[in-house]
């Protein structure tokens, strides 16, 4: 039985998946740089004030999507989940990752285990919002960090 529709191949949808944690970066690092544009300009960075000395491409490309790849992984183990228990593993393994892996200083490792936390969940946030079919996700995935390194 033909239905019409063409079948994807498991290049194509690995590819759109790592096009999506591309995207999913690429809106961490726009709000990270929002956050260093807009910081005071007598203050210390936002990283230094998290206790870390890393620039924000390792936070988010070294870390963050290392993370997230790491919460995906959890996830095909378990029973599917709706979105809420989802943001409970994705939270909890950014937690976890950014107070034992990144290193910095020990008084704020609370402080970088939210963080951590809060980057996570922005990176599942962008595995539903972006979509193969739009525009959106290879502009995310590729102009927004090229432009926001630029300026």
Same mark, same amino acid.
């Given at each position: ?76 183990? $378990?029973?599917?989940?709706?979105? @809420? %228990?989802? *943001? ?8 976890? =990752? #950014? !107070? /034992? ?18 980057? $996570?969940?922005?990176?599942?946030? @962008? %595995?539903? *919002? ?8 290879? =502009? #995310? !995935? /590729? ?9």
């Amino acid at each position: 039985m033909n239905t019409g529709i063409p079948k994807r191949s498991a290049r194509m949808d690995m590819g759109f998946y790592a096009l999506n944690k591309l995207a999913s970066a690429g809106i961490v690092v726009l709000l990270l740089s929002l956050l260093d544009w807009t910081w005071p300009s007598g203050a210390d960075q936002a990283s230094e004030w998290l206790g870390l000395y890393m620039p924000q491409e390792h936070w988010v490309y070294g870390y963050a999507l290392t993370a997230s790849l790491a919460a995906d992984a959890i996830l095909t183990f $378990l029973p599917s989940l709706h979105r @809420g %228990k989802q *943001a409970a593993v994705y939270g909890a393994v950014g937690f976890l =990752f #950014f !107070a /034992l892996f990144t290193g910095g200083h020990p008084e704020q490792l609370w402080l970088r285990a939210a963080a951590g936390t809060l980057t $996570l969940l922005l990176f599942l946030w @962008g %595995k539903h *919002a972006f979509s193969s079919n739009s525009l959106a996700t290879p =502009f #995310f !995935a /590729l102009a927004v960090p090229l432009l926001c390194w630029v300026i």
